[in-house]
């Protein structure tokens, strides 16, 4: 079973710049996540995929934006970058339909805004 | 609005001692709880949820729906218990997690 990957693992940016960052889920799930986690804090939500349709939005401004592809793999797009879009931007992939699902998660990709 | 509050950033206990890593929430309705570990230099990865009454790793947590809580308990600590442990919760449609801030754990020899 492979698990879930993200490339690449660091990227260096500078604001105003356009990122995109990669994941390929787990075998056999159908749903990724994508959250971002600053330094000291916990993941938070930006958008969940499923079968390449977006699912739930959280807190984001629409210059984060994703796509999910018939092989379920993701993309997570960020515009006009700025400062504080510096953190470690974790995916994570499901496969709903059951009650209190794991998600499991990817190493990340450490994402740093000059 | 959905909140996790884990109100303890740092926690140092030593080894053989018991541990309780506290996890508040705030939800109007009936959510899933989590809770997730993350050690040196791994990926984060699920440690157990209420739904699956489960003990991992020596580990148990209890959902109190009253004092809405749930805390992380394992009666003796050992050294490959130190990491960082994050609470989150999902609602019905599981459709995100909310995340603590967490808590890193150090056991001590």
């Known amino acids: 079973e492979t698990g879930v990957t993200q490339s690449p693992t660091h990227l260096i940016k500078t604001r105003g710049q356009q990122v995109t960052l990669r994941c390929s889920s787990q075998?056999?799930?159908?749903?990724v996540s994508w959250y971002q986690q600053a330094l000291g804090q916990g993941p938070q939500f930006i958008f969940q995929y499923y079968r390449e349709e977006e699912n739930g939005r959280g807190n984001f401004p629409p210059r984060f934006s994703g796509l999910q592809f018939p092989n379920y793999s993701s993309e997570l797009n960020v515009n006009a970058l700025e400062l504080d879009d510096s953190a470690l931007y974790l995916c994570?992939?499901?496969?709903?339909?059951?009650?209190?699902?794991?998600?499991?998660f990817g190493p990340g990709t450490r994402l740093l805004v000059l | 609005a959905q909140r996790v509050t884990q109100p303890e950033k740092l926690l140092s206990v030593f080894k053989g001692a018991p541990v309780e890593l506290k996890c508040n929430y705030s939800y109007s309705g009936s959510p899933e709880l989590f809770w997730y570990v993350q050690y040196s230099r791994q990926r984060l990865q699920l440690l157990l949820r209420?739904?699956s009454r489960e003990s991992i790793k020596g580990f148990t947590a209890d959902l109190n729906k009253g004092e809405t809580s749930f805390h992380l308990k394992k009666p003796f600590a050992q050294e490959e218990d130190s990491a960082m442990y994050y609470c989150?919760?999902?609602?019905?449609?599981?459709?995100?997690?909310?995340f603590g801030q967490g808590t890193r754990l150090t056991i001590n020899p």
């Open positions: 994570a992939s499901s496969y709903p339909g059951t009650k209190g699902e794991t998600q499991y």
């Open positions: 075998s056999g799930h159908n749903t």
């Open positions: 989150a919760l999902s609602g019905p449609s599981a459709q995100k997690l909310v």
């Open positions: 209420h739904i």
